[in-house]
């Protein structure tokens, strides 16, 4: 029938562009930890993931974080297992780390295996400035933001 | 009087208007994500160290323990939870800022 509701899509090696927007500080709410989780459900399906931190998202990539005397999950350890699962890409802003006094040094490492260089092991948090970071967000197909 | 703030404030207004609103002899408490308002280097640090003349600005020690955070700007207490009951007993009335 000419007004059948199509169903079946073929979308086998569509790959998009997604950014994982993060602002919002550690533990406070539980934005932070939604995020991980649905990044690293999203690197089940072979997208192009970006993560970007800023504002007090930079705060999520501190250094140092012991969770003991406040009862909750310390979820540091998550953000350097992305690697493992080919997210390679988290980019935090320039500025909002300067507006915090924060520098690279006081954030977590995290590392990826780069397939296409002999599985050579680099890192995958990189510090962008604002502008390089609002004109990547208007060359995805979908940004979560929180 | 007791002023509790738990959210950042860079994200939210709220410690600036707690401080506004916080008289000589009183206490705020940063507590939860409230708690990178009592960071060194930050735009805010100006105002906390010349407030804290006047009010006690306290910052709960787990929540900073939990977001990483050491550079505690000098004049800010930090108290743990049997430090936080006290301040309770001790200033009233008691505003949660949301």
Redesign the interface.
Known sequence: MSDEIQTEYDTAGVEKKFMFLNR??????IYALEMLETVLISAAFDQDVTLVFM??GV?QL?????????N?K?F?ATYKALGDYDISKLFVEKESME???LTQDDLIEVIYEDEDDDWAEKPAIHVKSRDEIAKLMEEQDVIISA | MLHLVNKSPFERGAFESALNMARKGSAILLIEDGVYAALKNTPFEDKVSAAAKDIRICVLGPDLEARGVDQVIEGVEVVDYGGFVDLTVDHTPVQSWL
């Open positions: 919002k500080a550690p533990y406070g709410t504002d007090d705060y501190k250094k140092g974080c012991d969770t003991k005397a406040v909750m310390n540091s507006a915090r006094g």
